[in-house]
Each structure stands twice: as C-alpha cells, then as structure tokens.
Antibody
Framework: QVQLQESGPGLVKPSQTLSLTCTVSGGSISSGPYYWSWIRQPAGKGLEWIGRIYTSGSTNYNPSLKSRVTISIDTSKNQFSLKLSSVTAADTAVYYC??????????????WGQGTMVTVSS | SYELTQPPSVSVSPGQTASITCSGDKLGDKYTSWYQQKPGQSPVLVIYKDSKRPSGIPERFSGSNSGNTATLTISGTQAMDEADYYCQAWDINTAVFGGGTKLTVL
C-alpha cells in the first residue's frame, strides 16, 4: 500500500528557503491519475493547502502563497518536493504531503504522510 | 477567495448523533470531503464525494451536501470519535479547508 514520508530540515532561518521532500513508497508516483500535494498546519490551527503537482509537472498553488512556492516532482526517485522562499515565523508549521485522488467526478486527499515540523527561527 | 465555515466546537454524548456543518457559497454545487484528525496524528479521510466512505471507515460516519451546507453526521458516537474534523472542497483547482470543528464526546 502506498505510503508517504516527508523529510527535510526542521529549522530554517528567516528570509531563507524552506525545502522539503516527500518520498512515495509502495507504488510508483507516475502510476495512476494522481496529483501530489503539500498542506501545512501551524500549531493549534487549521489546515492550509499549499499546492499540488501532477506527474507531467503541471502545478496549482494556493493564491496566497503562489509568489513564494515551487513544487516539483522527480519520478526517477519517486519523490516530490516543496520550496517556500523568504520564510518568516508565520511559516512555522507541521508540513504534510498527501496524494490527491481525482476519483470519478470528485477529488480528495486520500493518503497523507505523517507530517514534519518546520520551525522558522534565527 | 472561496471560504468554508465550520463551528469551532460540537459536543455530543456517547451513543448520540453528532452533526458537524460546513457552509460555503453554493457548496452544494461542489463535492465536499471530510477529514478526521486526532491529536498528534495526520488527518484521515472519512468522507469523500459528499457521502462516500473510504474502505475501513465505520458506517456510523455519513455525509450530505445541499444548498450552501455540507454536513458530517456521526451516528452512535463513540469516545474514539473525539477529534478535530475538517471539511474541504475545490474551487477552481484550489483546495479549500474549513477552519475545523473540535468534536467532544462527553
């Protein structure tokens, strides 16, 4: 069964770029009609969608983060990645990767990683 | 931008029915998903396409969506159902989450 695992630095300095990778296991990232997504959650707060990528490289981003976000995919490594530039303390959060299942007429996030905590601090 | 509104908290007695609402402009024209998140854990999909249950989700979880409101219903609520619940819909290739509802079983 497909599993997702986030990885990357747990501490990033203000104004720098946050970089995270999600490794997909138990299946090929290229198989199926799936998109791959990033979501974040500040401590004690709700979920915020960051963006998604298709295996073709096509992306959609949250308009509120679009100017700072890049999501990429490496099918040879079965991974997709997140880069968030010019970070501030407001970007401190647990970051999740998830599979987006387009389903039949409906789209939903059916598999989630365990999440990784990223703190922005000097 | 599109917004989804949920009540911050809902309380229910064990064995009773809990209803969590999610409101948004013409939400009934979109498909809504629901996610359960317990403390320290990742979200889990409990309802998709308004009313479909993924494999492994108990039958006591059900959903509906009409007009401006989607509803997650938990029948015969159990203590293990105490969690945060988030609704989610898509608006022009952008995923939107509700603010979340803390379900307390007491």
């Amino acid at each position: 069964q497909v599993q997702l695992q986030e990885s990357g630095p747990g501490l990033v300095k203000p104004s720098q770029t946050l970089s995270l990778t999600c490794t997909v296991s138990g299946g090929s990232i290229s198989s199926g009609p799936y998109y791959w997504s990033w979501i974040r959650q500040p401590a004690g707060k709700g979920l915020e969608w960051i963006g998604r990528i298709y295996t073709s490289g096509s992306t959609n981003y949250n308009p509120s983060l679009k100017s700072r976000v890049t999501i990429s995919i490496d099918t040879s490594k079965n991974q997709f990645s997140l880069k968030l530039s010019s970070v501030t303390a407001a970007d401190t959060a647990v970051y999740y990767c998830a599979r987006v299942n387009p389903g039949v007429g409906a789209t939903y996030l059916d598999i989630w990683g365990q999440g990784t905590m990223v703190t922005v601090s000097s | 931008s599109y917004e989804l509104t949920q009540p911050p908290s809902v309380s229910v007695s064990p064995g009773q029915t809990a209803s969590i609402t999610c409101s948004g402009d013409k939400l009934g024209d979109k498909y809504t998903s629901w996610y359960q998140q317990k403390p320290g854990q990742s979200p889990v999909l409990v309802i998709y396409k308004d009313s479909k249950r993924p494999s492994g989700i108990p039958e006591r979880f059900s959903g509906s969506n009409s007009g401006n409101t989607a509803t997650l219903t938990i029948s015969g609520t159990q203590a293990m159902d105490e969690a945060d619940y988030y609704c989610q819909a898509w608006d022009i290739n952008t995923a939107v989450f509700g603010g979340g509802t803390k379900l307390t079983v007491l």
